[in-house]
């Protein structure tokens, strides 16, 4: 079934094309400056929905060909200027739209489309946090996960810095997806030593549902959503090029990143390869921390037919990462001189094809989109030891979905849809099965509403989920505990269970003013357990874990609440949340001594929780050349037995100050960036984890663009924890083996566009 349904959608493109008259339709216009009403050239022009571009000429006016008739987002953005986003009903063949560009000296709003309808940010009632294309330039750690936690209200499990595992808002493992340009992600996440294996290389942004998000994502999404969105396709008629190389001290890491791509007329494709080699990393004492090190090779790959009745476009993604486990037995057989594993490592691969399409039938939008995923993942040993290989598993994942867009009356927008996934892991050789051999079918149905009533936008969704595990009768643990191994019988695992929920969301924004909106959103939340906590049976690093094959799903119910305030040269954005989290799955010591490793088992529970805290994020500039950032997190969680809820982050304040300088013909945009971060006391741990101190890091940044003959560059130099700060962050899985994080890292990023 799964080869029929690939099959189409490769064929849809000529398919609809023999049912479609071929009409070039065109918008055009000029784009000024709202001030003075002078020409901006090279303003970015961009449709998400047909991921189709272009860039103002010259004299600010631009064209865009073979658009489809009905409705479109159109997002007009350019540095320094206040990002304009228009929707304009495309009626004729000849369509005009002149815009007016407002100057901002601070962040401005971008189109969003993990919201369900690709919308401004402003319109969403959901909170969908954006970290843009230009920021993620600047962040310059060589973990994907420390860019992420750069969100108020996100953070990051860390064990080094290959390997780490977003949180937000103190949720994570599987109570949030994360999304490779809209495709679900699944490779075993249900651990924080299983990192989710997505590369942020080339990325044009990455957006952040904090709250459950799974009215739109199913099960998994109760804590949020992550989406990292692949880079525009090159402007019509263009051929684009770039080269990024970087390095990084504190791992005597280097990254390399190569990207080409190119748009004709109706079509377009893009390739970028990009590979990763990093040491053991140094502590704020120079000491190196055995095992951490981490190499990775990636490969993208990206093709689509634009047509004015739709666009299709087919994906590949390649990601290698060979991950070093840093344990009490790796310690003593690892050479910190050495950037290669060869002991206590994970080998893994991911693999993913992917087919995204957008149909354009009068005045109805059909999405259809599916994709394959394959996930090996492999734990090797001591090579030294009659077993080398402990881990063997593959996951082959099938992942569907489709959304019928409505025509818009009377400021309404309806759409209904619906999601699938066929999921199997099998275990290959290797004795320790941490999950067992298994299936899992999920299927959904669900519609959203958006209805604006004057200056009210009120959006309400319902859906219906079902889940089937399968998990046929084996062995637990994939090896035999004998009784004169453990004093207890070999245990068998055999599940077949159905899960059923029914998910819905209201929320509301009000444009309190041009300047001033509130935002008000209603969700509940749903996760089915996973394959670990409901049949896993033996040593997991060092603890025995034990699972229970008759858990509950979690649901949650999230009341948020945000006030949004903006001029042209500052902003606020404040949120407040409350999560009540019923049948709350958590994993903690019981009093059993454990029959292999040390300590006690540790065994899979539930209980009811709740979480609560907010955010705040401010921006001022000023003056032209300084702008001024601050921003900070908070969450509170407890069990209702009193008892807090693990992987909770230390409360976190961020500032930085940023100078700008006037530049030259050789140098654009020079800049200077003092950051600070302090992580407050956390004095509220987990069951079987421990108090953290409070720390304080600074970082400097500065940076430029500038020309080298033909050719476009920039440089940034950057310095993390500046002062080689001595600390161990609170979510840090090192902390039980009293390992610091990192210490200073120097960072030299040096690209070129041609």
Known sequence: MIRYILAILLLLPQFTYGLNETKNNKLSGCITDFDNGASLPGVSIFIPELQKGTASTANGK???????????????SFVGYETVIKTIDIKKTQSKMNIRMPFTSVTTQDVVVSGGFPSAQHENSIKISVLPKAELKLLSSPSMGEKLASIPGVDIISRSPGVSTPVIRGLSLNNIIFLNNGVRLENFQFSPDHPFLVNDQGADHIEVIKGPASLLYGSDAMGGVINILREKPASANTLNADFTNEYHSVTHGYSTNVGVKS???????????NQQSHKDYKD???NYIPNTRFNSKGLQLGLGIIKDFGSFKLYYDYLSPKLGMTNGKSIGLVNTENRKSHAWYQDLTQQMISSRNRLFLGDYKLELNAAYQFNQRRLNGDPKSEIFR?????????????????????????LIGLQGMHQSNTNQDAPNHIIPDAQIDDFSVFSLIKKKINKVALQFGLRYDHRKLYVPEQEAGGHTHSSSQT???????????????????????????????????FATGYRAPNLAELSQHGLHGNRFEEGNANLDPQKSLESDLGIHYHTHNHNIDLSWFYNKVYNYINLAPSNEPAPEGSGFVYKYGQQDAKLYGGEIAVNIAPLPYLKFHTDFAMVIAKQDDGERLPFIPQHKLNTSLRLFGKGNNIFHAPFLKLSWKHAFDQNNPAQFETKTKAYDLIGIQLGSDFKLGKYQANLLLSADNLFNEEYIDHLSSLKPLNYYNPGRNINVKLGFRF
């Open 284 to 286: 704020g004492e120079g």
């Open 62 to 76: 631009y064209l865009l060909e073979n658009l489809p008739k009905g409705r479109i987002t159109v997002q007009f």
């Open 263 to 273: 748009s004709q007329k109706e079509r377009f494709w893009m390739i970028r390869v």
């Open 390 to 414: 402990l881990v063997d598993m593959d996951l082959k994942t099938f992942t569907y979905d489709a959304k019928l867009y409505f025509p818009c009356t009377m400021g309404s927008d309806f």
């Open 487 to 521: 004093g207890s019988e070999e245990r068998i695992v055999s599940i077949n269970r159905n899960f059923n929920n029914l998910n819905t969301s209201l929320g509301a924004t009000f444009n309190l003013s041009e300047s001033l909106l509130l935002r008000t959103n």
